[in-house]
């Protein structure tokens, strides 16, 4: 028997399905709240406080506090030691710490479109207002935790996953019998290879606990007894953190040989440093459209850019006032709260954001409106990359100059 | 003096006077009384000037604390610690260019983009350091230090050191006033047990 992990979008009858999954296939439900709990009690962290690894509420452009990447630490190990067991259907947020070397997992995404999630939402007896919210803060919390982990913003990407189920039009009795016969597969059939993946996970874990409690944030990867530290930070003395990293991981058991090595984030500093004058260093992307925002995103990385993603109206307006982004980059044509709207709020409460719009059904009418509503620049789809380049640097120069 | 000494010593005063950006090679050649092809001569450009000056600070600074090693006895771990505590300050003080170019922010920032930046400083810090931290190592076998970890105390007590040292470089207070207390701080921290 193998393990399945089910990762699922709100409203998207989940929880049918793990109920009935569990009858079907006679496995044990380990649920997100039970990993919570016993990485809280493996840690002495609050399971509060462990939950919130799940939330992005503190910044979307810094990197995790150190709190978080703890109990991140914690989560994997207590889900490394669940996964000694086998036969398990696991839910929620956790299925995503598990590497793709333990090669016995399904992995399972359950997602619908927002009309069938807003469906079930009111079946449940959710007004749709209050639904959309709910569907919109789990998206978001999704989206951050798959980017944390796998550096994917699409938590619905199928590239994630083994079987995408889309529930607006599947069946629950249908997910669980596509689930619980690939799960029957060959394919993720326990192996002595995917035995010793899971040893080797739990080794990693034990490290990344042992030197996350030490205040040391590295990654951490095992194998037969071998581990392997990469430092991502740039550290000066670097010769005496490795020690230290190592003389911390000899003592623990199991742990045969260690060696350190240096991340790609070790020399990033000096990137950021050549770009962080001249380019606006957090960009709010607003836009409907997931796959032309998300490909603007990676486009905008390239260029040493770090941006921020939102759907929707509304959520770019509660990022701009939890995360003060520099500038915001806005469609006019989206659902809800419209760019029109976005823009005067926005310049109406932190005018120091400079808004551009960029918008594939631009009428010079339009344009007109924005910028009078003081837009500092109107773009239309599709854009010339470079074009926007320039123009991020030109409102990242006009702010810099009022900051002056 | 050689001709080089004397424009790696106007470099290294220019340096930590002006910052990388703003020392000019022709300075660094009317300070030192030679012409601006000879300083390009002996350094190929302000980078290489700069990163020998380094050099030589990172020695300087090593060779004073081998030299008041060698020079003076310690009953113990604890007294050694305070020594090299003092000695630091006092060599803040007497070669205080030396310390000013630590304290700006340039090497740090060649660092990242070049190798023997970053080899020259964490020779620095890792020699300072590892005296701190043989103090500590000692005091704790000799009994005088109880602090529970040499490694991470040494980084702190050195820490601590250095900021003082910043203090008096940038003349935030008369830190003259400060080292009865510096010294109180760290034998606090050196015999705390946890």
Same mark, same amino acid.
């Given at each position: 028997?193998?393990?399945?992990?089910l990762f699922s979008g709100s409203f998207c009858d989940n929880e049918k399905v793990e109920a009935s999954?569990?009858?079907?296939?006679?496995?044990?439900?380990?649920t997100e709240q039970?990993?919570v709990?016993?990485?809280?009690?493996?840690?002495?962290?609050?399971v509060k406080k462990i939950k919130e690894a799940f939330l992005e509420k503190t910044s979307i452009?810094?990197?995790?506090?150190?709190?978080?990447?703890?109990?991140?630490?914690?989560?994997?190990?207590?889900?490394?030691?669940?996964?000694?067991?086998?036969?398990?259907?696991?839910t929620g947020f956790p299925a995503h710490?598990?590497?793709?070397?333990?090669?016995?997992?399904?992995?399972v995404c359950l997602i619908a479109e927002l009309k069938h999630r807003l469906g079930q939402a009111a079946t449940l007896g959710t007004v749709e207002k209050e639904a959309l919210k709910l569907i919109q803060e789990n998206d978001k919390n999704c989206s951050t935790w798959v980017n944390t982990?796998?550096?994917?913003n699409d938590p619905w990407?199928?590239?994630?996953?083994?079987?995408v189920v889309p529930m607006n039009t599947t069946s629950v009795?249908?997910a669980?019998?596509?689930?619980?016969?690939?799960?029957?597969?060959?394919?993720?059939?326990?192996?002595?290879?995917?035995?010793?993946?899971?040893?080797?996970?739990?080794?990693?874990? #034990?490290?990344?606990?042992?030197?996350?409690?030490?205040?040391?944030?590295?990654?951490?990867?095992?194998?037969?007894?071998?581990?392997?530290?990469?430092?991502?930070?740039?550290?000066?003395?670097?010769?005496?953190?490795?020690?230290?990293?190592?003389?911390?991981?000899?003592?623990?058991?199991?742990?045969?040989?260690?060696?350190?090595?240096?991340?790609?984030?070790?020399?990033?500093?000096?990137?950021? #440093?050549?770009?962080?004058?001249?380019?606006?260093?957090?960009?709010l992307l607003v836009d409907d459209e997931r796959?032309?925002v998300q490909?603007?995103? *990676? #486009?905008?990385?390239? #260029?040493?850019?770090?941006?921020a993603v939102a759907y929707d109206g509304e959520s770019a307006l509660s990022i701009v006032d939890e995360d003060e982004p520099?500038?915001m980059?806005l469609d006019l044509k989206m659902p809800g709260i419209d760019g029109i709207e976005v823009l005067k709020k926005v310049?109406a409460t932190k005018?120091?954001? *400079?808004?551009?719009?960029?918008?594939?059904?631009?009428?010079?009418?339009?344009?007109?409106?924005?910028?009078?509503?003081?837009?500092?620049?109107?773009?239309?789809?599709?854009?010339?990359?470079?074009?926007?380049?320039?123009?991020?640097?030109?409102?990242?120069?006009?702010?810099?100059?009022?900051?002056? | 003096?050689?001709?080089?000494?004397?424009?790696?010593? &106007? &470099?290294?005063?220019?340096?930590?006077?002006?910052?990388?950006?703003?020392?000019?090679?022709?300075?660094?050649?009317?300070? =030192?009384?030679?012409?601006?092809?000879?300083?390009?001569?002996?350094?190929?450009?302000? /980078?290489?000037?700069?990163?020998?000056?380094?050099?030589?600070?990172?020695?300087?600074?090593?060779?004073?604390?081998?030299? %008041?090693?060698? /020079?003076?006895?310690?009953? =113990?771990?604890? /007294?050694?610690?305070?020594?090299?505590? =003092?000695?630091?300050? %006092?060599?803040?003080?007497?070669?205080?260019?030396?310390?000013?170019?630590?304290?700006?922010?340039?090497? %740090?920032?060649?660092?990242?983009?070049?190798?023997?930046?970053?080899?020259?400083?964490?020779?620095?810090?890792?020699?300072? +350091?590892?005296?701190?931290?043989? &103090? +500590?190592?000692?005091?704790?076998?000799?009994?005088?230090?109880?602090?529970?970890? =040499?490694?991470?105390?040494?980084?702190?007590?050195?820490?601590?050191?250095?900021? +003082? +040292?910043?203090?008096?470089? %940038?003349?935030?207070?008369?830190?003259?006033?400060?080292?009865?207390?510096?010294?109180?701080?760290?034998?606090?921290?050196?015999?705390?047990?946890?």
């Amino acid at each position: 028997m193998s393990v399945i992990t089910l990762f699922s979008g709100s409203f998207c009858d989940n929880e049918k399905v793990e109920a009935s999954l569990v009858e079907t296939t006679g496995s044990t439900l380990v649920t997100e709240q039970e990993i919570v709990e016993k990485a809280s009690s493996l840690s002495s962290i609050g399971v509060k406080k462990i939950k919130e690894a799940f939330l992005e509420k503190t910044s979307i452009f810094n990197k995790f506090t150190h709190e978080k990447e703890r109990s991140i630490a914690y989560l994997r190990l207590a889900l490394a030691e669940m996964l000694a067991q086998d036969n398990l259907v696991i839910t929620g947020f956790p299925a995503h710490l598990i590497p793709n070397s333990i090669s016995h997992v399904l992995r399972v995404c359950l997602i619908a479109e927002l009309k069938h999630r807003l469906g079930q939402a009111a079946t449940l007896g959710t007004v749709e207002k209050e639904a959309l919210k709910l569907i919109q803060e789990n998206d978001k919390n999704c989206s951050t935790w798959v980017n944390t982990l796998v550096g994917n913003n699409d938590p619905w990407d199928k590239a994630l996953y083994d079987i995408v189920v889309p529930m607006n039009t599947t069946s629950v009795e249908e997910a669980v019998s596509l689930i619980s016969e690939k799960s029957q597969s060959p394919a993720v059939a326990s192996s002595d290879a995917s035995a010793q993946a899971v040893k080797d996970f739990l080794l990693a874990a #034990r490290v990344e606990t042992a030197l996350a409690d030490e205040g040391h944030n590295v990654v951490v990867s095992a194998k037969a007894g071998k581990v392997v530290l990469t430092i991502n930070k740039n550290v000066l003395m670097l010769k005496r953190l490795e020690e230290d990293l190592q003389a911390i991981v000899n003592k623990i058991e199991g742990v045969e040989a260690v060696e350190t090595q240096i991340g790609k984030g070790f020399y990033q500093t000096d990137i950021y #440093r050549q770009f962080d004058f001249e380019t606006p260093s957090k960009v709010l992307l607003v836009d409907d459209e997931r796959e032309f925002v998300q490909t603007l995103s *990676e #486009r905008l990385m390239m #260029r040493e850019m770090s941006s921020a993603v939102a759907y929707d109206g509304e959520s770019a307006l509660s990022i701009v006032d939890e995360d003060e982004p520099e500038v915001m980059i806005l469609d006019l044509k989206m659902p809800g709260i419209d760019g029109i709207e976005v823009l005067k709020k926005v310049k109406a409460t932190k005018p120091e954001i *400079e808004v551009i719009i960029l918008t594939g059904h631009g009428s010079e009418a339009d344009k007109k409106v924005c910028m009078d509503l003081g837009a500092f620049a109107y773009l239309q789809k599709p854009v010339d990359i470079d074009l926007l380049s320039k123009t991020l640097k030109l409102a990242n120069d006009k702010i810099k100059k009022q900051g002056a | 003096m050689s001709k080089k000494d004397d424009i790696l010593k &106007a &470099a290294i005063t220019l340096f930590a006077d002006r910052g990388f950006q703003d020392a000019s090679m022709t300075e660094v050649a009317k300070m =030192s009384g030679v012409s601006g092809a000879t300083v390009f001569y002996h350094f190929k450009s302000k /980078e290489a000037l700069f990163l020998i000056a380094l050099e030589t600070v990172k020695d300087g600074i090593i060779q004073e604390f081998d030299q %008041y090693l060698s /020079e003076h006895d310690f009953e =113990s771990g604890l /007294e050694l610690a305070e020594g090299i505590i =003092s000695f630091y300050l %006092y060599l803040a003080g007497t070669m205080e260019e030396w310390f000013l170019l630590l304290h700006s922010h340039y090497p %740090y920032k060649l660092a990242l983009v070049n190798e023997e930046c970053r080899s020259h400083l964490e020779k620095i810090y890792n020699s300072l +350091v590892d005296i701190f931290e043989r &103090a +500590v190592a000692l005091g704790r076998e000799d009994g005088s230090i109880s602090a529970g970890d =040499s490694r991470k105390t040494a980084l702190v007590i050195f820490s601590m050191v250095d900021g +003082v +040292v910043r203090f008096k470089i %940038y003349n935030l207070y008369d830190t003259g006033a400060l080292f009865n207390e510096l010294i109180n701080s760290c034998r606090k921290i050196l015999k705390y047990k946890m």
